[in-house]
């Protein structure tokens, strides 16, 4: 029955659950990533340590977007000077998400680093809020904490206010976290909170990353049952497109987009997120900027000599 109830569990994955006590000012949510997660893991060769960060990040991202309250992304970053150089996760309102690193694929990385190791001194932990209408928003403070859950409690705290208890795991099949929040109120429940908190510690990395939101809650919170709504499917989408690559080679310019093509032939662009790529030949960057590119570069480097 047991190992039933486990197959049952792990078949509800992909997918973002919120919850909330109505007995409690506390509310809460759970996310489970595993084809997801699984994909996006399977982009490149992640040493572990970086690739359970990586995991961890992108529950963190599933979490926090579904606070947009407008259509748009949310982009969440953790930067370094170490041998880890970024972790950016991005989410959409629409409920997709994108993932990837980066790193000294050079350096020796052991299985068990910390974030605070590979990601060495005065990294900062960036959140980015773009609107599908309007401005960017931007979020940088330093990285307070020794893991992706500490970081995040700590920035919540900052720039919301409230207190936020988060845990997250990732593992080969799935990544997955926890959050509960404390409700704006007029006279605070510590005793609540207390007991709901100290509750979420109890669950383990294993059961995070193997049960769906059915069974880890009730496993928490069997005697104080809280209200869960209706599951919310999350999938992986890139948001890449050659138009965007298109306009990111007009930002560079025709005399360093002509440059590579004299040298290379052709313009590759990767997108670090798929591996999708896009090749602009002499024939599309010409039409891209209207000129014969590579002849006015190669006239300028005449005139130069």
């Not at 773009?130 to 330093?142: A, I, L, Y």
């Not at 795991?169 to 509960?180: K, P, Y």
């Not at 990395?205 to 919170?221: G, I, K, S, T």
Request: charged share 25%; net charge negative; hydrophobic share 40%.
């Amino acid at each position: 029955m047991k190992n039933n109830t486990l197959a049952a569990a792990v078949n509800h994955s992909d997918c973002r659950t919120r919850f909330i006590f109505d007995n409690m000012p506390v509310r809460g949510q759970h996310v489970r990533l595993e084809k997801v997660w699984q994909h996006i893991a399977g982009q490149k060769h992640y040493p572990a340590a970086i690739r359970r960060a990586l995991g961890e990040l992108l529950a963190a991202g599933a979490l926090l977007s579904s606070n947009l309250k407008i259509e748009g992304t949310l982009t969440v970053q953790v930067q370094g000077q170490g041998k880890l150089k970024m972790l950016v996760v991005e989410a959409s309102s629409t409920d997709t998400c994108r993932a990837t690193a980066r790193w000294n694929e050079e350096a020796h990385i052991g299985d068990n680093e910390s974030l605070r190791e590979l990601l060495g001194e005065n990294g900062v932990f960036v959140i980015t809020l773009q609107p599908q209408d309007g401005d960017p928003w931007q979020g940088v403070v330093p990285l307070e904490g020794d893991s992706i859950s500490e970081m995040l409690v700590n920035y919540m705290k900052r720039s919301e206010q409230l207190d936020t208890y988060i845990t997250l795991t990732a593992s080969d099949e799935a990544c997955a976290g926890l959050l509960v929040q404390r409700l704006p109120e007029s006279v605070p429940d510590a005793e609540a909170w207390e007991h709901v908190t100290t509750l979420t510690q109890t669950v383990t990395a294993d059961e995070l990353a193997a049960l769906d939101a059915q069974h880890v809650l009730y496993r928490l919170f069997h005697e104080t049952p809280p209200r869960v709504f209706e599951q919310e499917p999350i999938e992986f989408a890139c948001t890449c497109s050659r138009g965007k690559v298109s306009d990111m080679l007009l930002m560079l310019g025709g005399e360093e987009v002509g440059s590579v093509l004299l040298e290379q032939g052709s313009v590759e662009i990767d997108c670090d997120f798929c591996n999708a790529k896009y090749v602009f030949d002499e024939t599309d960057v010409n039409a891209l900027f209207g000129m014969d590119v590579v002849h006015a570069v190669s006239e300028e480097k005449l005139r130069i000599q």
